[in-house]
């Protein structure tokens, strides 16, 4: 992680564990989860990149966990919190202001991609230019055939004698 040249004071103890609004940037380190008797990860307010680590999930004193305005991009872990069966449920503002962090308690993302309205109009669209294209070529095809036919019928009308 670099740092910046005033970073603001941290603080680690046996239960805290405070590096926010220091302008970090890197993954978040997976080892943090050997701190087994934190109780507070304050990460928020850097340039924090990549996943938040399945291995959190191990911290089980964990009660708060902050990891806003960052640049994460990956899942919400299912369970960062304790494994025990009282799962430390964050809220939302745990997580806020990560631009491809996604899955509870976020909303979902809004689709980069094309909705499924678009693909059903791209679909129909190009169906119906095809059969557009379709009978516009039947209909050439028809009238170069009627021509064709057309001077064959004068060839032959030519070779019979008149009656």
Known sequence: ???SLNPRPYIISEKFLNLSSNLLSAQIPPQIAFCAYLNVI???NNLLTGLISQ?????VLLSVFDVSNNQLASPIPVAPGNLTG???RF?????????????YPLPPLKSKGLSIMAI??????SGLLSLVLCFSVVC???RVSEQNMTIEEGKISQLMPDY
Request: hydrophobic share 45%; net charge negative.
């Open 1 to 3: 992680m670099s740092m």
């Open 42 to 44: 304050d990460l928020s």
């Open 55 to 59: 291995q959190l999930g191990l911290l």
């Open 86 to 88: 009282n799962l430390v």
């Open 91 to 103: 809220n939302t503002s745990s997580y806020v202001g990560n631009k491809d962090l996604y899955g």
């Open 120 to 125: 059903v109009g791209i679909g129909l669209g």
């Open 140 to 142: 050439i095809w028809l």
